[in-house]
């Protein structure tokens, strides 16, 4: 019996290694990374380019602590850092993940609102569902009950607002009356909290686990920027997954324009080598704490050199390969594929994403929105159906991690047409298998 624990008793097989898209077990069976692990594995696995990044840093050093050294790995990390992000995000904290990412977020957000004799504001509004990490901070924000309740009495839990989620409510994406109506929560719970008293309001640009890829509806993100900019709220865009390349562009803020005033990263950005997240924040907050004392927060490996190293590395294959374009280009053509999919079978209720981050939702009626029975546990069967096929795909419950089954397809960003041939050759087949396992039933075509 291992001596590891997760979070259950699940067992898989050895891995042994990983190459492009594909892992291979102990045994030689090979798998298809449908789901890039958990959206991580962006640039695919065994880079060379990124090994040898790494065997260069590991020659000079692997770790020296940032009290003690500034390094190279880091500063130029942190410079093309700043030059992708938007105007005016010019300072860069890193971190080792996700959850680091969010954590530092709401502390220098804190820490500004202090600096500048607003101690009065410290409610971060968030979302619900929504999944900003594991840490009890980034648990506050967090709208997803199987996660947060069993902690709620250790934490301050924090407002929350209704998700964007307009193909459940029967509303228009595409109308900008849709992202007003649910933008204009916003500004109602700030009153309704108090606007002296709201600090910032945290999104993930486009969804991740909870809402599987969720597009926000048209004008949605131009009036949130609008509604904090009012009342004097700090934007904070939650990017671990979905920055880095994923939606087709390296932000997924940016298919909009309402840059925000503090971003959090990790996953694709470190591409699976070595844990690397960061947090990006406006020149002028940084400044301001840095004046009033100095940032209150700190990680023991932040900044590492050979984390950095490789994190560098990965934005240079992101760039020489043209990851990018490609994420944008493969996403329109495995979305279409997925989306034929609703054809063939009824119960696949919405396709939705951007670029390579995309995900489908099983229902039992499509018109009126019913989730599958909670019973069937379709989010847990189908993954195992297609893991046994030799496709990896991740899945979350959709209705607040209580009922319904949405799974994100989302491959590494060097998928190329064939690989994609290859999903939806494993996927069709696992969906095949699940309707015939569940009785539900299937249409013609595909």
Not at 5 to 24: C, K, N, V
Not at 98 to 122: N, W
Not at 209 to 231: F, K, N, W
Request: hydrophobic share 40%.
């Amino acid at each position: 019996m291992s001596r590891l624990f997760y979070q259950s008793r699940l067992t898989r097989p050895e891995l042994d290694r990983a190459e492009g898209i594909y892992l291979w077990d102990k045994s030689g069976r090979r798998y298809l990374d449908g789901s890039s692990g958990a959206m991580v594995s962006n640039i695919g696995h065994s880079n060379p380019v990124v090994l040898q990044a790494m065997r260069q840093q590991m020659e000079k050093s692997t770790f020296g602590y940032r009290l003690h050294f500034q390094t190279e790995a880091s500063e130029l990390l942190a410079e093309r850092t700043a030059a992708l992000a938007p105007e005016g995000l010019g300072r860069v904290f890193f971190v080792s993940g996700g959850s680091e990412a969010v954590e530092s977020t709401l502390k220098l957000a804190r820490q500004y609102a202090i600096a500048k004799g607003e101690a009065g504001r410290f409610k971060v509004i968030g979302r619900d569902p929504a999944y900003h990490g594991t840490t009890l901070g980034a648990l506050a924000v967090t709208g997803y009950a199987p996660l947060t309740a069993p902690f709620e009495p250790m934490m301050r839990v924090m407002p929350k607002i209704p998700a964007p989620r307009a193909y459940l409510d029967g509303l228009d994406p595409a109308d900008p009356a849709t992202g007003h109506h649910y933008a204009d929560m916003l500004e109602a719970k700030i009153i309704e909290e108090g606007a002296g008293t709201v600090l910032a309001f945290i999104i993930e640009p486009i969804g991740g686990a909870s809402t599987g890829a969720l597009v926000p509806p048209a004008g949605y993100m131009q009036r949130i920027r609008e509604i904090c900019d009012a009342h004097g709220v700090l934007l904070i865009h939650d990017e671990v997954m979905c920055g880095g390349g994923r939606t087709g562009r390296f932000w997924g803020g940016e298919h909009w324009e309402a840059a925000p005033d503090l971003i959090a990263i990790s996953k694709g950005f470190g591409g699976g080598y070595v844990p690397l997240g960061a947090m990006i924040a406006r020149d002028d907050i940084v400044e301001a704490v840095l004046d009033a004392g100095g940032f209150a927060h700190g990680h023991t490996y932040a900044g590492n050199p050979l984390a950095c190293a490789a994190g560098l590395a990965v934005l240079d294959e992101i760039e020489r390969l043209g990851l990018v374009e490609s994420a944008a280009r493969q996403g329109e053509l495995l979305k279409a594929r997925l989306c034929a999919l609703k054809n063939r079978y009824p119960f696949i209720g919405d396709v939705r994403g951007k670029g390579l981050l995309l995900a489908f939702e099983l229902m039992a009626d499509p018109v009126t929105k019913q989730p599958l029975p909670k019973e069937l546990n379709a989010y847990d069967r189908l993954v195992n159906i297609a893991y046994d096929k030799g496709l990896i795909i991740y899945s979350r419950r959709t209705r607040g991690g209580l009922s319904g089954d949405h799974f994100l397809v989302c491959p590494p960003l060097i998928i190329t047409e064939d690989g994609i041939d290859e999903i939806m050759e494993m996927l069709t087949a696992s969906l095949e298998d699940f309707a015939a396992e569940t009785g539900l039933s299937t249409g013609e075509g595909a």
